[in-house]
C-alpha cells in the first residue's frame, strides 16, 4: 500500500527517529502534520519539507500531549485542514517526572480508556493520540504505529533504567491490548521497536558524557534513525490484509538486550 496522498501525524517529530521517519514518509507522497514541543524545530523541518514536496501538505503544531481536551481540539484543527488521519504514528522518547492524567473516553462505543493517571509514564500521551484519533480511522480504514523499544521486553541492565523500562512496558501493554480492542474495524495497530540507535536519547541518557556514550558503541556500529525510519515505511506499506503487528530493528552485533556483540567492528573490517 503506497503512502502517496495518505494523511500521516507523527509526534516526536522535532528530532531523531520522529524526524527521520517524516522525512522518508515525506518522499514516498505523504501528506504530514508534525507534533512536538518545539516549535522552532518543527518550523525548520516542515520548511524543509514543503521546499522539497511541493506537491503534498506539510502542516506543525506545538503541542504538549498532557491534557486530552487540548490535544483533542489541536487533532480536530490539523483533520480540518488535512482530512481524516491515516496513519497516527507515536513516537513518544522521553520520560515525564509529572503524572499525566488522561480522562475517559469511548469512541464508536469501544472503551478505550478509563479515569487513570499514569504517573511517570509517557504511556499517557500514547493513549491521549490514539483516543483522538480513532474516530476518523473507525468510520474507513486506519493505522497506528507506535514506537517503542526493545527495552519492553527485557529487563534493562543498566542502573536507572526502572521507570523507562516500565514506560515501554507500558507501552507495549497498551499497544497489544488496543489491537484487540480494535476488533471489528479496519484499523492496525502496530509496534516498532528500536535497538541500539545513535540518535541523542542515548546522550541523554548518559548525562551527555561522551566517554560514557563512546564504551556503550565500543566495537560495534549503532544504528541510525534513518535505519528505524525505513522499518516504518515497510510496515505501513503493506496491504489492508497484512499487518506486521511487531518488528524489533536492532544492530546485528545486539544480540539480546544486554549481550553485545563487541568484536563485530573489528572483525567485519568497520
Not at 500521551?125 to 514506537?147: F, S
Amino acid at each position: 500500500m503506497s503512502l502517496k496522498g495518505r494523511n500521516v501525524l507523527v509526534t516526536g517529530a522535532s528530532m531523531g527517529i520522529g524526524e527521520a521517519i517524516v522525512k522518508k514518509a515525506a518522499a514516498e507522497g505523504a501528506n504530514i502534520a508534525l507534533f512536538a514541543r518545539s516549535k522552532d524545530k518543527l518550523a525548520t523541518i516542515t520548511e524543509y519539507l514543503q521546499d522539497r514536496y511541493s506537491s503534498s501538505k506539510f502542516i506543525f503544531r506545538s503541542v504538549e500531549l498532557q491534557s486530552y481536551e487540548a490535544v483533542e481540539s489541536v487533532v480536530q484543527d490539523v483533520v480540518n485542514e488535512l482530512g481524516d488521519i491515516d496513519i497516527l504514528i507515536n513516537n513518544v522518547r522521553s520520560i515525564s517526572s509529572t503524572a499525566l492524567a488522561c480522562p475517559y473516553y469511548s469512541q464508536a462505543g469501544l472503551a478505550l480508556g478509563a479515569p487513570a493517571e499514569f504517573p511517570n509514564l509517557k504511556v499517557a500521551d500514547i493513549v491521549t493520540m490514539n483516543g483522538t484519533n480513532i474516530n476518523g480511522m473507525i468510520r474507513k480504514e486506519g493505522t497506528i504505529l507506535n514506537i517503542t523499544s526493545v527495552t519492553g521486553l527485557e529487563v534493562p541492565p543498566f542502573p536507572g533504567e526502572a521507570v523507562y523500562h516500565t514506560n515501554k512496558a507500558a507501552q507495549e501493554a497498551f499497544t497489544n491490548a488496543l489491537r484487540n480492542e480494535l476488533t471489528g474495524t479496519n484499523i492496525k495497530v502496530l509496534a516498532l521497536r528500536p535497538g541500539c540507535v545513535a540518535a541523542n536519547f542515548h546522550s541523554l541518557r548518559v548525562g551527555h558524557d561522551k566517554e560514557m556514550y563512546d564504551s556503550f558503541f565500543e566495537g560495534y556500529t549503532p544504528l541510525e534513525s534513518e535505519d528505524i525510519a525505513n522499518a516504518a515505511v515497510y510496515m505501513l506499506s503493506q496491504p489492508l490484509n497484512i499487518s506486521v503487528k511487531a518488528m524489533d530493528v536492532v544492530p546485528s552485533a545486539q544480540r539480546s538486550l544486554n549481550v553485545f556483540d563487541r568484536a563485530w567492528n573489528e572483525r567485519n573490517g568497520l
